[in-house]
């Protein structure tokens, strides 16, 4: 039987015969998959469909081309912290495929990593594009097909069992599917899906950077406060980390893990809320603690020049101006009220959030195929025994930091690992 991929032919064999494969997506999770697949079941046929002209684009291009691949999770307190959405799925899945193990089969492969102090590895080549070629290779090797260019429009589940997948030139009917489709906040990304009725938890973008209104704030771009706490007044959302001042706002960490964290409650809120910033991440009283340690020891030196260290100096001098103390006044100097205006200024800073940065820096979506749709232990789909479902395409996202890719991997090891063949 023929069937049309493109402008070519593609000969299936055994249609109606032997078990096969077919994987929706060839991004981290579809590549990855379908070379454990292919390695496991070597007989098998795997087809890998991918929309875009090549695979891995994504993957090429993460943690700005180097590759962020995974974490050692020593700098979070649970999978809770990494996970906003779909913990208790990954604390099971990491258990059977975790860093280490990620770490050790592109070691297999011949990569090589650096481990960053902030947890972060990294290919010691600095170079996304090794994954990818390191990832090609092996599809290549065990005999995956892939096929790009190859947009999937429609699956349907065939009444016998199996399932036809539809793109505009091609149809393949397949015994058992992987989707690996990746997220987008795109309108009718996943509706290729809609046939099966699935539910879908609706995509809203995370791990964006925040437009604040505040002019004085926005002329110190470039600054970079060490230890702050981010929150949202009046709700349980907070981050803490590093944060950068930009020409539109925050960025860094503690922004990023904000937006991951509220991800859902921004959208409702239209992105405009107002914000609070802890700059030093320390209660009212080692605040203020603090600075009366500082005004001891330096009384005769001014405000501006004797500072809590661990702010730049720009923006301590910024801060005393929003507290309403003079550069020049000296720590001996400093009225009461004035020490307790500045630690409501450093531990409780009131500023808006007026949108997210207009230029689209989304790195992941939050939202996707709802896990109540899915079996825990095998990604499964409840509904269809032999459709499955891995990576982002999943309602599970995550902070920055190499969690996201490393769930790619993780879910896509569980599916391979489940997949039987009869
Ligand atoms: C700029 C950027 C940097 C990032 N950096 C990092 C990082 O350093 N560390 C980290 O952990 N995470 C990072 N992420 C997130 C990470 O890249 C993703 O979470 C991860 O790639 C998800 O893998 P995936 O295979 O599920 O989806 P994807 O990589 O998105 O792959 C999905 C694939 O499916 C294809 N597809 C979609 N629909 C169809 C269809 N209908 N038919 C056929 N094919 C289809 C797409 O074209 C795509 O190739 C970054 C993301 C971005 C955007």
């Known amino acids: 039987m023929t069937y049309k991929i493109r402008n070519y032919s593609y000969f299936w064999k055994n249609f109606f015969g032997v078990a096969r494969i077919v994987i929706i997506g060839a991004g981290a999770a579809g590549c990855f998959c379908a070379v454990l697949l292919k390695?496991?079941?070597?007989?098998?046929?795997?087809?890998?469909l991918e929309a875009g002209p090549e695979p891995m684009k994504k993957l090429s291009l993460t943690g700005g081309g180097r590759c962020n691949i995974t974490n050692s999770f020593e700098h979070v307190r649970s999978v809770d912290e990494a996970y906003p959405r779909g913990a208790a799925l990954m604390r099971r899945v990491l258990r059977a495929f975790g860093p280490d193990q990620t770490i050790s089969w592109f070691e297999a492969e011949g990569v090589r990593f650096t481990l960053q102090e902030d947890g972060c590895y990294f290919p010691l080549s600095q170079d996304a594009s090794q994954i990818v070629?390191?990832?090609?290779?092996a599809m290549a090797r065990s005999g995956v097909e892939l096929r790009?260019?190859?947009a999937v429009r429609r699956v349907d589940a065939l009444p016998g069992g199996g399932f036809r997948i539809c793109g505009d030139l091609f149809t393949v009917d397949a015994g058992q599917v992987v989707v690996t489709a990746g997220g987008s906040v795109r309108r009718g990304f996943l509706s290729f899906l809609d046939p099966l009725g699935l539910e879908q938890v609706p995509p809203v973008p995370s791990l964006f950077t925040f437009n604040v209104g505040e002019s004085a704030l926005r002329a110190l771009?470039?600054?970079?406060?060490?230890k702050v706490k981010l929150s949202i007044p009046g709700t349980r959302f907070s981050a803490s980390g590093i944060l950068l001042l930009t020409h539109w706002g925050f960025s860094g960490p503690a922004a990023l893990k904000l937006s991951s964290c509220a991800a859902r409650w921004l959208s409702e809120a239209l992105y405009c809320t107002p914000l609070r910033v802890n700059w030093l991440d320390i209660s009212q009283q080692d605040c203020r603690s603090a600075l009366e340690t500082l005004q001891g020891a330096h009384p005769l030196k001014t405000c501006a020049n004797a500072r809590i260290e661990a702010l730049p100096h720009r923006l301590w001098e910024a801060l005393l101006g929003y507290a309403g103390i003079g550069l020049h006044l000296r720590w001996k100097d400093l009225p009461q009220p004035a020490l307790n205006r500045l630690v409501l200024t450093l531990t409780d800073f009131p500023c808006a959030m007026a949108g997210k940065y207009p230029h689209r820096e989304e790195f992941v979506t939050c939202g996707g195929v709802a896990l109540s749709e899915i079996s825990p232990r095998t990604l499964g789909s409840k509904r269809f025994p032999s459709l499955f479902f891995a990576g982002e395409v999943l309602d599970i996202d995550a902070i920055t930091g190499g969690f996201n890719l490393q769930a790619a991997w993780s879910t896509a090891q569980t599916v391979a690992m489940s997949l039987k063949i009869d």
């Not at 390695?39 to 890998?48: G, K, S």
């Not at 771009?221 to 060490?226: D, E, F, K, R, Y």
């Open 39 to 48: 390695r496991r079941f070597p007989q098998v046929q795997v087809l890998l």
């Open 133 to 137: 070629r390191t990832l090609s290779r």
């Open 148 to 150: 790009c260019r190859s």
């Open 221 to 226: 771009s470039g600054t970079v406060a060490g």
